[in-house]
């Protein structure tokens, strides 16, 4: 089977405290790590460039697909996956075998723990919880 490149892509805005952790959560897993800041004043910037993020910027328009599609451009992996900056992977391992195992398909969905630790205790009880919803990871070119 041809090896297939995986690009993981964020989308972010003053994200300091939890960038880090959701691209170590993907490195070693992803071949791309691409982040497009929509306007960051803290280091997010400076954060991801160290952790080998290639990073792009985006005028914040009050549209989030348009950042998102101005990602899947700059991607060149064959998937994509774009974690929020607040959110990494428990099993990053089993992200290539997932995609290897259903590359036929035009997306996976993946179940996610969020850890905004302020927002979980509002919404879910304290502490980062398991939630009901997804994270999609996404075939470039294919149908969504």
């Known amino acids: 089977m041809k090896h297939l ?24 897993q992803v071949d791309e790590l691409i982040a497009v800041d929509t306007g960051s004043t803290d280091r997010t910037v400076e954060i991801a460039q160290r952790a080998g ?3 792009f910027h985006f005028d914040w328009i009050d549209d989030f697909s348009a950042p998102r599609n101005y990602a899947i ?8 996956i774009f974690p929020d900056a607040d959110e990494y992977f428990i099993e ?3 992200i290539r075998r997932t995609v290897e195992e259903f ?4 997306a996976i969905l993946i179940p996610r723990i969020n850890i905004d630790l302020e927002r979980a205790k ?10 009901d919803t997804v994270r999609a990871l996404l075939k470039k070119g294919g149908v969504l």
């Open 5 to 28: 490149k995986l690009s993981a892509c964020w989308i972010v805005r003053n994200e300091q405290d939890d960038l880090q952790r959701s691209i170590d959560s993907v490195k070693g």
């Open 122 to 131: 509002y919404w879910i009880g304290v502490g980062a919880q398991p939630t």
């Open 53 to 55: 993020a290639d990073v």
């Open 73 to 80: 451009e700059r991607a060149t992996g064959d998937w994509i």
């Open 103 to 106: 590359a036929i398909k035009d």
């Open 92 to 94: 990053p391992e089993k």
